[in-house]
């Protein structure tokens, strides 16, 4: 059974800093996605960045470009994004999600593992 747990999530103010972890257990191939989605109060979910598990090819979303980086941890069963610079629309809860290889790495209705989601707040 695949779960994703995800952790890290609180209230922070503007300009600070905060670091999301996600732990996957079970096997889910060798090939995949491991990603952050994000959805505020209102809003479609969107994606907020990516990586892949072969060549850790990474990808995000212009919004957070230069300000979030996604990595692996040395077993690839746990995936990071650390958020520095932190503004107040990037309040919103944050979800881990796990897909093929062959997923568009942006588009949620395509990945089939999720985890329960963290609250990230930034304040003004």
């Known amino acids: 059974q695949v779960q994703l747990v995800e952790s890290g999530g609180g209230s922070v103010q503007a300009g600070g800093s905060l670091r999301l972890s996600c732990e996957l257990s079970g096997y889910i191939g060798s090939a995949y996605h491991m990603s952050w989605f994000r959805q505020a109060p209102g809003k479609d979910r969107e994606g907020v960045a990516a990586?892949?598990?072969?060549?850790?090819?990474?990808n995000y979303a212009d919004s957070v470009l230069g300000r979030f980086t996604i990595s692996q941890g040395n077993a690839k069963k746990t995936v990071y994004l650390q958020m520095n610079s932190l503004k107040p629309e990037d309040t919103a809860m944050y979800y881990c999600?796990?897909?093929?290889?062959?997923?568009?790495?942006?588009?949620?209705?395509?990945?089939?593992?999720w985890g329960q989601g963290t609250q990230v707040t930034v304040s003004s």
């Open positions: 999600a796990a897909g093929g290889s062959w997923v568009r790495w942006s588009a949620p209705g395509q990945y089939t593992y």
């Open positions: 990586i892949y598990s072969i060549g850790g090819r990474t």
